[in-house]
């Protein structure tokens, strides 16, 4: 056996070795995002959020205004529009 042949089966040997460490972490990963999700999902459920802020405005980001405003900002006729308005 030459020494460039001992040398490619410990790189392959590595490299298997590596990959199965890789796919264990990704697995634990994995779980790890679903735990996560589910308890984030539990919390949205037991504390729903108001329909107005603290200061008594409404959640803009589930309006249907609020694609009619990023229009606005992205035509840059929001810049000329008063608050008031």
Request: charged letters at 30%; a positive charge.
């Amino acid at each position: 056996m030459s020494i460039r042949a001992s040398t490619l089966r410990i790189l392959v040997l590595n490299f298997t070795t590596n990959f199965k460490n890789l796919k264990k972490k990704v697995d634990g990963l994995r779980v790890q995002f679903d735990f996560d999700e589910q308890a984030v999902s539990q919390q949205k459920k037991s504390y729903p959020r108001s329909s107005h802020t603290k200061r008594g405005y409404p959640h803009w980001n589930g309006h249907p205004a609020k694609e009619h405003v990023e229009d606005d900002v992205y035509n840059r006729s929001a810049d000329t529009i008063p608050p008031s308005e």
